[in-house]
C-alpha cells in the first residue's frame, strides 16, 4: 500500500524557514516524480514544485521560485521541501503526491505551515 | 498561470447525476488529455477519481465519469450518493512554465 507521510509544519515568522518531509512507503520510490501540492484555508489547490525520480531536474511555481527548494533522498525514501524567506500568503497545507495528473495520484495527509508574527 | 474554471457549486438529489465542468485553454486542457480529477473531503487529502480525462483508477466508482470537449473537461456523478458531498478539482497538464493547473474547485451538495 502507498503510504506518504509528511511532517515538518508549524508556525514560523515572516522571512523565516522551515524544511517539510514526506516519509514514502509501498512503491519504488526512486521510479517517481514527487510533487508538492498546498492548499491555503479555505482555498483551492496549488502545486507548488516537482522533481524527477534521480533528483536531478526540478521545477518550481512562480510564486516560490526562488525561495522554495525541493529535494529527494532515495536511500531514505524521503522527499524535502525547504522554505526560506516566508511569507503571510504561503500559509497553507502542504501536500506531499506521487502525481498531479497521472494515474498514480497517491497524496499525503498533507502538514501545516502558518507563516505570522 | 490562471486557474480553470469551474462553478462554485452544483447540487443534486439522491439517485440524480450531475455534471462538473473545468474550462481552460488550448495551452492546458484543450491541448493535452492529461486532465485529472479528485475529491475532497472536510480536512481530507484529495483522493484521484478519473485520470488522463476518462480513466479511473482501481477502487473508483463506475458512477464517476469524464470527458472533454475542446477546452473544457468535465466529470459526471450518476447515481448521486450522500458520500458524494464533496469538494471537487480538476487538474491539468500545461505547456506554460508550470506544467500544472488546478481549477478553482467546485462544492457539491446532494440535498
Known amino acids: 500500500e502507498v503510504q506518504l507521510v509528511e511532517s515538518g509544519g508549524g508556525l514560523v515568522q515572516p522571512g523565516g524557514s522551515l524544511r517539510l518531509s514526506c516519509a514514502a512507503s509501498g512503491f519504488t520510490f526512486s521510479s517517481y516524480w514527487m510533487h508538492w501540492v498546498r492548499q491555503a484555508p479555505g482555498k483551492g489547490l496549488e502545486w507548488v514544485s516537482r522533481?524527477?525520480?534521480?533528483?536531478?531536474?526540478?521545477t518550481y511555481a512562480d510564486s516560490v521560485k526562488g525561495r522554495f527548494t525541493i529535494s529527494r533522498d532515495n536511500a531514505k525514501n524521503t522527499l524535502y521541501l525547504q522554505m526560506n524567506s516566508l511569507r503571510a500568503e504561503d500559509t497553507a497545507v502542504y501536500y506531499c503526491?506521487?502525481?498531479?495528473?497521472?494515474?498514480?495520484?497517491?497524496w499525503g495527509q498533507g502538514t501545516l505551515v502558518t507563516v505570522s508574527s | 498561470q490562471s486557474a480553470l474554471t469551474q462553478p462554485a457549486s452544483v447540487s443534486g438529489s439522491p439517485g440524480q447525476s450531475i455534471t462538473i465542468s473545468c474550462t481552460g485553454t488550448?495551452?492546458?486542457?484543450?491541448?493535452?488529455?492529461?486532465v485529472s480529477w479528485y475529491q475532497q473531503h472536510p480536512d481530507k487529502a484529495p483522493k484521484l477519481m478519473i485520470y488522463?480525462?476518462?480513466n479511473r483508477p482501481s477502487g473508483v466508482s463506475n458512477r464517476f465519469s469524464g470527458s472533454k470537449s475542446g477546452n473544457t473537461a468535465s466529470l459526471t456523478i450518476s447515481g448521486l450518493q450522500a458520500e458524494d458531498e464533496a469538494d471537487y478539482y480538476c487538474?491539468?497538464?500545461?505547456?506554460?512554465?508550470?506544467?500544472?493547473?488546478f481549477g478553482t474547485g467546485t462544492k457539491v451538495t446532494v440535498l
Open positions: 488550448s495551452s492546458d486542457v484543450g491541448g493535452y488529455n492529461y
Open positions: 488522463d480525462v476518462s
Open positions: 487538474s491539468s497538464y500545461t505547456s506554460s512554465s508550470t506544467p500544472y493547473v
Open positions: 503526491a506521487t502525481s498531479i495528473v497521472g494515474a498514480d495520484g497517491h
Open positions: 522533481i524527477n525520480g534521480d533528483g536531478s531536474s526540478t
